[in-house]
């Protein structure tokens, strides 16, 4: 009984994550349903560290010192259902269950609860990087107790990732829901990023006529600049790729349709119960909606649209040019959205999420890992009650000055007929908050009329509702 910490489910991710706890010299339980997975684990790499096999439930348990730390890295869903009920009963008040899947926040919040008449705490942690990042360093986001943290925090920084400055990518996010939550808005935020850069891609090669390996070079400029991230730097590297078999751009022979696990939907499911518009990841969930529907897209090929107008070399590097002013104020405006929604459910769950804290542990170990995420964590020091980041006059300043930019690139998109859903999205609640007034008077006008649904006054207090169907007069409601 001697393990620091337990891991159960040893698949790419669980396996990965044990071997980082034990490089880091701690003596880790390691335990699988199916259970020549945990010898083939210690066969394999038990040189690296101390692990202590264990066949059965009990022994898992039985190996671990008290209070008893014990991660579950499996399939999310019914699968993370069963494992706690096949461990719970065995395990005794202060304890903690540690699940790193994928788990929905709703779902987090019920074990968390029932776990807590057990005297167990539940931390739900969000685990992003992959498999490498699991075994290298992921960016941790775990929810649950203070008293839990206060156990497994030291733990979780050492096996988290580092941030360039050298802190560690793990914070106490919040109480029970609250660090799942913010790792299924991380992933909104990775669906927006990468369809805002598909669309950057998608413009390069249509309007400006660059080959993918040309606009690979693209990027990889880019990625020395404000657009520094894991992101651009993998897309340049998928660009340049060339299919063995065809000798064709890799990017050219894979299918055009992509595939979703479903936590971007997620995302935008929970911000329209929180009545959060996140329209970039929307758009980015819905892109990847459009493409698999290949019957659909087969069967409108034949629609009208402009002709084609490829640019001249100097005007395609122009073009270029500003395709990355476009790209960052979509950025900015795509991550003042995610970030409302985590202000949003901080403030629906009671969580006191520290806005700032959370970019400053996406900044290394996880798929959204950029630079920028430094200047969004400066943005809540400066003021740990912006509304918004757009109210950050750094970003304010920088959108003013892509802003022709912006506009010019999605113009040429609309007029050329390039589908740009997620940069036109962005623009579009750019302009909306901006805008002195709003078409929704005459959307609360028309309530009124159809349904006397009612309308305030912009000049004086009340509710009031018009007789439409008689002498129109106003009645106060
Ligand atoms: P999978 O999601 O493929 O799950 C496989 C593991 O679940 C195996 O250990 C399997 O045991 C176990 N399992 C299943 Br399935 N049903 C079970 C049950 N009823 N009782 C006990 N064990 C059961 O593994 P993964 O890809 O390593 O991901 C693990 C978690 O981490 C998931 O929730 C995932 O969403 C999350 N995650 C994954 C990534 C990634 O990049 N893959 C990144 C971040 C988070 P068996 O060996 O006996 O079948």
Redesign the pocket.
Known sequence: THAQIGVT??????RNLARNFARNGYTVAVH???AS?TRELVEEFGGEGEFVPAETAKEFVEALERPRRLVI????G??TD??IEEFAPLLEPGDMIID????HFADTRRRERELREQGIHFVGTG??G??EGALHGPSIMPGGSVESYDSLGPMLEKISAKADDGAPCVTHVGPDGAGHFVKMVHNGIEYADMQLIGEAYQLLRDVAGYSPAEIADIFRTWNRGRLDSYLIEITAEVLSHVDAETGEPFVDVVVDQAEQKGTGRWTVQIALDLGVPVSAIAEAVFARSVSGHAGLREASRHLAGPSPRTLGKEEAAAFADKVEQALYASKIVSYTQGFHQIAAGSEEYDWDIDLGKVASIWRGGCIIRAAFLDRITQAYEAQPDLPSLLADQGFADEIAAAQDDWRSVIATAVTQGVPTPAFAATLAYYDSLRAPRLPAALTQGQRDYFGAHTYHRTDRDGTFHTLWGGDRTETSA
């Open positions: 489910g040893l698949a790419v991710m669980g699988n349903r199916t997975k890295m499996v399939k999310a019914e699968p069963a494992v790193g899947g994928n788990a685990i992003s992959g498999e």
